[in-house]
């Protein structure tokens, strides 16, 4: 017997075969898609389902994946923004993290998958520290991430087996890798060019060779971050001196990719480099507008991330697609520059490559893990539908999604959570994190 069967939905596969079916049926058995097609296939025909969801025409997709997020920043969403970056961060947000608990960062990574999974995405890649705890409220929750704490080395004698970075992958590995049938993967994670020397950079690449990971770090965010490699490194850019030191030979999820030069992007497409493009807060941040019309020409995996809410505000992926693609247009002064679907693919189908799953979730695809979401179309801003894909990307909000499934799993429905409390998610970040956040 199945154990779920969605009918009569609109669904975009994200499959290059045959993108969309219009009134067809996914159906779902131990966490896999079991079938996606038009109608039930006979050999499914007498079987029958555990539950069956009439869509009436709602659209169902894929899963959104966050390719780029710190969950745990909610905490500090709206607490300061308007400032400049280097003010924002070494006056603000630095002060705050340096006082955070482990219950306050735990507290804030409940509000986040809660957010993330009312909003449709249904895997994330994080950077942050507290990991192996957070894998715990992970994997009750359903939610699946790839989980890393990227590594800083900022002192003359860093010991890098004493850092809490390397500690935290050696658990992560132990623990938690691979765990909830594969939901949580452990990444390797440099913070950034700036915040380590390249003996660091050549450890975590050599840990992540090791135990075939995807390498997390942020990449040319800013023009003081590029300057400044400049001229600590005769002239190099980030991506240069991270290529020349063998960083890129292992897959790299690269957040921002904002300051590229042509051959940085040359460097990035040749070594399979994902850039993970975060419009809303590169804009937020007046960080500046990353080119990923001239990345997507030039063939780089081009996935999407939040960052974090502290710089967002918020989780809303559906936000970082339409931007992609808006941005794309206006900055090209060219309207067929990243369409629709090139859009969607960001979050969809290059997020699960960014993340090393491209086999596992992405595309609504028989025998992958059944990661769904569905999106309400009785909403005015949602009709008419000519075009499904347009109407997700152009028109959906976070909210419009009524439900969101993890390898077939309920995980909201409704507005209504099945694994995690909301209501309490959010008492104890008030009661928790707040204080600490303000100082008190
Ligand atoms: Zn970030």
Redesign the pocket.
């Known amino acids: 017997m199945l154990d779920l069967i969605i009918k009569n939905a609109n669904i975009i596969t994200m499959d290059e075969r045959r993108p969309v079916i219009r009134g067809g049926c996914v159906g779902i058995v131990g966490g896999k898609l079991a079938f996606v097609s038009e109608a039930v296939p006979a050999e499914h025909a007498q079987e029958g389902a555990k539950r069956t969801i009439n869509a009436k025409g709602n659209i169902v997709m894929p899963g959104l994946i966050n390719a ?1 997020a ?1 969950a745990a920043m909610c905490v500090m969403r709206g607490y300061a923004d308007d400032y400049r970056l280097d003010e924002w961060l070494f006056n603000k947000i630095f002060p705050v993290e340096g006082r955070l608990t482990r219950e306050a960062v735990l507290a804030g990574v409940r509000l986040g998958i809660a957010e993330m999974l009312a909003s449709g995405t249904t895997s994330f890649s994080d ?1 942050y520290s507290n990991q192996p705890a957070a894998a715990g409220i992970i994997l009750k929750s359903g939610i699946r991430a790839n989980l890393s704490n990227g590594i800083i080395a900022l002192s003359e004698n860093f010991d890098i087996e004493a850092d809490r970075s390397t500690k935290e992958l050696a658990a992560l590995l132990r623990d938690h890798h691979l765990a909830g049938s594969g939901r949580i993967r452990a990444d390797a994670s440099i913070h950034a060019e700036y915040t380590s020397p390249p003996w660091v950079w050549e450890r975590v690449h050599a840990a992540a060779a090791e135990n075939g990971l995807v390498t997390h770090i ?1 990449l040319c965010e800013t023009v003081k971050e590029a300057d400044e490699c400049k001229a600590r490194h005769g002239g190099k850019t980030p991506v240069e001196v991270f290529s020349e030191h063998g960083i890129f030979d292992t897959p790299v999820s690269a ?1 921002h990719c904002v300051h590229l030069t042509e051959n940085d992007i040359r460097i990035l497409a040749e070594k399979k480099v994902t850039a993970v493009h975060c419009p809303v807060s590169n804009l937020k941040l007046a960080s500046g507008i990353a080119n990923i019309r001239r990345m997507a020409e030039l063939g780089v995996n081009i996935a999407l991330g939040t ?2 809410c502290a710089s967002n505000n918020d989780h809303d992926l559906f936000e970082e697609i339409k931007l992609a693609a808006l941005l794309a247009k206006g900055t090209s002064l060219d309207p067929t520059a990243i369409p629709a679907y090139e859009a969607l693919k960001m979050a969809t189908v290059n997020g699960a490559k960014a993340q090393g799953r491209e086999n596992e979730i992405g595309q609504l695809k028989e025998g992958f893990d059944a990661d769904l979401i569905m999106l309400d179309i009785n909403k005015p801003r949602m009709q008419p539908l000519y075009d499904p894909i347009a109407a997700a990307v152009y028109a959906a909000k976070g909210s419009d999604v009524c439900l969101t499934v993890v390898q077939g799993k309920i995980l909201y429905e409704n507005g209504e959570w099945t694994t995690v409390d909301v209501e309490k998610a959010i008492a104890e970040v008030k009661s928790i994190a707040v204080p600490i956040v303000l100082g008190r």
């Open positions: 780029h710190h950077m942020h957040a960052d974090g």
